[in-house]
Protein backbone atom coordinates (compact mmCIF):
# COMPACT_ATOMS: atom_id res chain seq x y z
CA UNK A 1 0.00 0.00 0.00
CA UNK A 2 1.34 3.53 -0.90
CA UNK A 3 0.72 6.78 0.69
CA UNK A 4 -2.77 8.59 -0.32
CA UNK A 5 -2.64 12.26 -0.37
CA UNK A 6 -6.20 13.76 -0.61
CA UNK A 7 -6.74 17.71 -1.61
CA UNK A 8 -9.29 18.72 1.19
CA UNK A 9 -9.28 22.49 -0.09
CA UNK A 10 -8.21 25.00 -2.73
CA UNK A 11 -9.33 28.56 -1.28
CA UNK A 12 -7.17 30.96 0.08
CA UNK A 13 -8.04 31.78 3.93
CA UNK A 14 -11.73 33.24 3.29
CA UNK A 15 -13.01 30.46 1.63
CA UNK A 16 -15.55 30.72 -1.64
CA UNK A 17 -18.10 32.31 -1.01
CA UNK A 18 -16.18 34.74 1.11
CA UNK A 19 -17.66 36.58 3.64
CA UNK A 20 -18.60 40.67 2.35
CA UNK A 21 -18.28 40.01 -1.27
CA UNK A 22 -21.06 41.31 -3.12
CA UNK A 23 -19.39 40.95 -6.61
CA UNK A 24 -20.37 38.05 -9.04
CA UNK A 25 -17.43 35.72 -8.17
CA UNK A 26 -19.33 35.03 -4.90
CA UNK A 27 -23.21 35.00 -6.09
CA UNK A 28 -24.65 31.71 -6.25
CA UNK A 29 -21.74 29.81 -5.75
CA UNK A 30 -22.50 26.12 -6.61
CA UNK A 31 -19.37 24.32 -4.95
CA UNK A 32 -18.29 25.79 -1.58
CA UNK A 33 -14.33 25.88 -1.55
CA UNK A 34 -12.91 25.11 1.26
CA UNK A 35 -9.14 27.03 2.68
CA UNK A 36 -6.40 25.19 1.07
CA UNK A 37 -5.39 21.62 2.96
CA UNK A 38 -4.57 17.87 2.60
CA UNK A 39 -4.85 14.68 4.07
CA UNK A 40 -2.56 12.04 3.43
CA UNK A 41 -2.85 8.26 4.73
CA UNK A 42 0.03 6.63 5.07
CA UNK A 43 0.79 3.21 4.07
CA UNK A 44 -0.34 1.78 7.54
CA UNK A 45 -3.45 3.59 7.60
CA UNK A 46 -2.94 6.76 10.58
CA UNK A 47 -4.50 9.44 8.88
CA UNK A 48 -2.26 13.48 8.63
CA UNK A 49 -4.07 16.46 8.51
CA UNK A 50 -2.17 19.35 6.83
CA UNK A 51 -3.73 22.35 8.46
CA UNK A 52 -7.16 23.19 10.56
CA UNK A 53 -9.64 25.04 8.35
CA UNK A 54 -12.80 25.93 10.37
CA UNK A 55 -14.46 23.67 7.50
CA UNK A 56 -13.00 20.63 9.15
CA UNK A 57 -16.11 18.49 8.86
CA UNK A 58 -16.91 19.16 5.03
CA UNK A 59 -13.04 18.44 4.42
CA UNK A 60 -13.08 14.93 6.52
CA UNK A 61 -16.21 14.23 4.49
CA UNK A 62 -14.14 14.77 1.12
CA UNK A 63 -11.22 12.57 2.98
CA UNK A 64 -13.82 10.16 3.88
CA UNK A 65 -12.29 10.09 7.74
CA UNK A 66 -13.98 10.98 10.84
CA UNK A 67 -10.76 11.07 12.91
CA UNK A 68 -7.05 12.24 12.79
CA UNK A 69 -3.81 10.85 13.83
CA UNK A 70 -1.54 13.67 13.42
CA UNK A 71 -1.69 17.13 12.55
CA UNK A 72 0.68 19.37 10.83
CA UNK A 73 0.69 23.19 10.47
CA UNK A 74 2.10 25.25 7.80
CA UNK A 75 1.41 29.22 9.48
CA UNK A 76 -0.41 31.42 11.86
CA UNK A 77 -3.14 32.85 9.13
CA UNK A 78 -7.02 32.46 9.16
CA UNK A 79 -8.16 29.98 7.24
CA UNK A 80 -4.96 27.54 8.23
CA UNK A 81 -5.49 27.36 12.14
CA UNK A 82 -9.02 28.83 12.75
CA UNK A 83 -10.17 24.99 12.96
CA UNK A 84 -7.76 24.09 15.65
CA UNK A 85 -10.22 24.76 18.39
CA UNK A 86 -12.46 21.79 16.94
CA UNK A 87 -10.11 18.90 18.36
CA UNK A 88 -11.56 20.43 21.43
CA UNK A 89 -13.76 18.43 24.07
CA UNK A 90 -16.94 20.45 22.61
CA UNK A 91 -16.51 18.91 19.25
CA UNK A 92 -13.48 16.20 18.37
CA UNK A 93 -12.02 15.70 21.48
CA UNK A 94 -8.83 14.01 20.42
CA UNK A 95 -6.46 12.72 22.58
CA UNK A 96 -2.96 13.50 22.72
CA UNK A 97 -2.88 13.79 18.80
CA UNK A 98 1.00 15.11 17.76
CA UNK A 99 0.60 18.84 16.24
CA UNK A 100 3.72 19.21 14.08
CA UNK A 101 4.95 23.15 14.45
CA UNK A 102 7.50 25.28 13.64
CA UNK A 103 8.69 26.73 17.04
CA UNK A 104 7.56 30.48 16.05
CA UNK A 105 3.79 28.82 15.72
CA UNK A 106 4.79 26.96 18.92
CA UNK A 107 5.18 29.81 20.96
CA UNK A 108 2.20 31.19 19.58
CA UNK A 109 -0.03 28.62 20.69
CA UNK A 110 1.48 28.74 24.12
CA UNK A 111 0.73 32.49 24.33
CA UNK A 112 -3.36 31.65 22.99
CA UNK A 113 -5.53 30.86 26.03
CA UNK A 114 -7.56 28.84 23.63
CA UNK A 115 -5.20 26.98 22.18
CA UNK A 116 -2.94 26.33 25.28
CA UNK A 117 -5.68 24.77 26.57
CA UNK A 118 -5.53 21.98 23.83
CA UNK A 119 -2.34 21.34 24.80
CA UNK A 120 -2.82 21.32 28.45
CA UNK A 121 -5.98 18.76 28.09
CA UNK A 122 -3.79 16.48 26.24
CA UNK A 123 -5.91 17.11 23.08
CA UNK A 124 -2.93 17.79 21.28
CA UNK A 125 0.79 17.21 22.14
CA UNK A 126 2.87 19.79 20.55
CA UNK A 127 5.97 18.70 18.36
CA UNK A 128 8.57 21.08 17.03
CA UNK A 129 9.94 20.81 14.15
CA UNK A 130 13.19 22.33 12.08
CA UNK A 131 13.06 22.67 8.43
CA UNK A 132 14.48 19.89 6.60
CA UNK A 133 13.44 17.51 9.56
CA UNK A 134 12.34 14.10 8.51
CA UNK A 135 9.26 13.37 10.14
CA UNK A 136 8.30 9.80 9.95
CA UNK A 137 4.74 8.19 8.72
CA UNK A 138 3.93 4.80 7.78
CA UNK A 139 6.12 4.30 4.35
CA UNK A 140 7.59 7.88 4.02
CA UNK A 141 8.26 10.95 5.64
CA UNK A 142 6.79 14.58 5.80
CA UNK A 143 9.48 17.11 5.37
CA UNK A 144 8.89 21.00 6.75
CA UNK A 145 10.64 23.36 4.35
CA UNK A 146 10.73 27.25 5.31
CA UNK A 147 9.35 29.74 3.09
CA UNK A 148 9.07 33.40 2.68
CA UNK A 149 5.61 34.54 3.44
CA UNK A 150 4.32 37.62 5.46
CA UNK A 151 5.47 36.68 9.00
CA UNK A 152 3.27 38.52 11.33
CA UNK A 153 1.78 36.20 13.49
CA UNK A 154 4.17 32.98 12.66
CA UNK A 155 6.79 32.04 10.09
CA UNK A 156 5.70 29.71 7.25
CA UNK A 157 6.47 26.13 6.01
CA UNK A 158 5.85 24.16 3.38
CA UNK A 159 6.19 20.16 3.58
CA UNK A 160 7.37 17.62 1.18
CA UNK A 161 5.83 14.51 1.50
CA UNK A 162 7.71 11.49 0.61
CA UNK A 163 6.52 8.28 -0.23
CA UNK A 164 8.15 4.91 -1.45
CA UNK A 165 7.96 6.13 -5.34
CA UNK A 166 6.85 9.82 -5.55
CA UNK A 167 7.30 13.13 -3.31
CA UNK A 168 4.56 15.74 -3.28
CA UNK A 169 5.29 18.99 -2.61
CA UNK A 170 2.86 21.54 -0.65
CA UNK A 171 3.48 25.20 -0.42
CA UNK A 172 -0.08 27.24 -0.65
CA UNK A 173 1.02 30.90 0.30
CA UNK A 174 4.15 32.68 -0.66
CA UNK A 175 5.31 35.95 -1.19
CA UNK A 176 7.07 35.77 -3.98
CA UNK A 177 9.32 33.41 -6.22
CA UNK A 178 12.78 35.11 -6.09
CA UNK A 179 13.37 35.19 -1.70
CA UNK A 180 12.32 31.27 -2.15
CA UNK A 181 14.01 30.31 -5.17
CA UNK A 182 17.36 32.45 -4.43
CA UNK A 183 18.41 32.42 -7.71
CA UNK A 184 17.48 28.72 -9.03
CA UNK A 185 14.55 28.26 -11.41
CA UNK A 186 11.40 26.81 -10.57
CA UNK A 187 11.02 23.86 -11.96
CA UNK A 188 15.20 23.04 -11.47
CA UNK A 189 14.73 23.95 -7.62
CA UNK A 190 11.60 21.29 -7.58
CA UNK A 191 13.73 19.01 -9.33
CA UNK A 192 16.64 19.32 -6.68
CA UNK A 193 13.76 18.57 -3.88
CA UNK A 194 13.22 15.11 -5.91
CA UNK A 195 9.64 16.38 -6.18
CA UNK A 196 7.44 14.51 -8.61
CA UNK A 197 3.99 16.62 -7.74
CA UNK A 198 3.59 19.89 -6.55
CA UNK A 199 0.55 21.98 -5.47
CA UNK A 200 2.05 26.04 -5.25
CA UNK A 201 0.72 29.29 -4.14
CA UNK A 202 -2.35 30.32 -6.89
CA UNK A 203 -3.87 32.98 -4.59
CA UNK A 204 -3.74 35.49 -7.81
CA UNK A 205 -4.33 35.31 -10.99
CA UNK A 206 -3.24 38.80 -11.77
CA UNK A 207 -2.93 41.97 -10.32
CA UNK A 208 -6.41 43.31 -11.44
CA UNK A 209 -8.03 41.04 -8.53
CA UNK A 210 -7.15 43.84 -5.97
CA UNK A 211 -6.63 47.27 -5.55
CA UNK A 212 -3.04 48.24 -5.51
CA UNK A 213 -2.59 48.47 -1.39
CA UNK A 214 -4.43 45.73 -1.08
CA UNK A 215 -1.68 44.01 -3.10
CA UNK A 216 1.53 45.63 -0.94
CA UNK A 217 -0.39 44.20 1.89
CA UNK A 218 -0.64 40.82 0.81
CA UNK A 219 1.80 39.82 -2.14
CA UNK A 220 1.71 36.60 -3.83
CA UNK A 221 3.18 35.68 -6.88
CA UNK A 222 0.54 35.88 -9.53
CA UNK A 223 -0.32 33.00 -11.55
CA UNK A 224 -0.11 33.92 -14.94
CA UNK A 225 3.92 35.01 -13.61
CA UNK A 226 4.62 31.76 -12.42
CA UNK A 227 3.14 30.29 -15.46
CA UNK A 228 5.82 32.52 -17.21
CA UNK A 229 8.71 30.46 -15.26
CA UNK A 230 7.13 27.19 -15.75
CA UNK A 231 6.87 27.81 -19.47
CA UNK A 232 5.53 24.27 -21.42
CA UNK A 233 5.64 21.02 -19.50
CA UNK A 234 8.35 18.92 -20.82
CA UNK A 235 9.68 15.31 -20.29
CA UNK A 236 10.84 14.80 -16.94
CA UNK A 237 9.15 17.81 -15.17
CA UNK A 238 6.92 17.28 -12.19
CA UNK A 239 3.65 17.76 -12.30
CA UNK A 240 2.43 21.26 -11.44
CA UNK A 241 -0.98 22.36 -9.35
CA UNK A 242 -2.31 25.68 -8.27
CA UNK A 243 -4.28 25.94 -5.01
CA UNK A 244 -5.28 28.38 -2.59
CA UNK A 245 -7.48 30.69 -4.84
CA UNK A 246 -8.69 33.49 -3.78
CA UNK A 247 -12.33 33.74 -4.32
CA UNK A 248 -12.04 36.36 -7.31
CA UNK A 249 -9.78 34.05 -8.81
CA UNK A 250 -10.81 33.33 -13.02
CA UNK A 251 -9.56 29.93 -12.32
CA UNK A 252 -12.75 29.12 -10.16
CA UNK A 253 -14.49 29.15 -13.92
CA UNK A 254 -13.29 25.99 -15.76
CA UNK A 255 -14.41 27.07 -18.87
CA UNK A 256 -12.55 30.25 -18.68
CA UNK A 257 -9.34 31.15 -21.09
CA UNK A 258 -6.93 31.52 -17.58
CA UNK A 259 -7.72 27.52 -16.78
CA UNK A 260 -7.36 26.71 -20.66
CA UNK A 261 -4.12 28.40 -20.45
CA UNK A 262 -2.94 26.83 -16.92
CA UNK A 263 -3.96 23.06 -19.12
CA UNK A 264 -2.65 24.17 -22.16
CA UNK A 265 1.05 24.62 -20.81
CA UNK A 266 0.57 21.47 -19.41
CA UNK A 267 -0.32 22.17 -15.49
CA UNK A 268 -3.65 21.68 -14.00
CA UNK A 269 -5.82 23.51 -10.98
CA UNK A 270 -5.95 21.44 -7.58
CA UNK A 271 -9.75 20.48 -6.99
CA UNK A 272 -11.06 19.43 -3.96
CA UNK A 273 -11.19 15.35 -3.60
CA UNK A 274 -7.96 15.05 -5.93
CA UNK A 275 -6.08 12.48 -4.67
CA UNK A 276 -2.13 11.19 -5.19
CA UNK A 277 -0.33 7.99 -4.60
CA UNK A 278 2.80 8.42 -3.28
ZN1 LIG B 1 -3.37 31.17 3.39
ZN1 LIG C 1 -16.08 37.00 -4.15
ZN1 LIG D 1 -0.83 33.15 4.90
Redesign the pocket.
Known amino acids: MSIKVTVLGIAQDGG???LG?K?S??HEVKHEAYPAGIGIIDNVGHRHLVDASRTMVNQMEIWNQDMLDSLFITHAHLGHVDGLGLLGKEVLATNEVPLYVSSTMADLIEKTPSWKFLVDEKNVVLNQFQEGDEIPIGGGCIVPFSAPHRSELSDMHGFIIRGENKSLLYLPDLDDWPSLLLGFELKEWLKSLRVDIALIDGTFWSGEELSHRNLEQIPHPFVEDTLQLLGDKQDGDPDIGFIHLN??NPLYDKHGKEVKQVNDNGWFIAQQGMNFEL
Request: proline share 11%; net charge positive.
Open positions: RPQCKCCHT
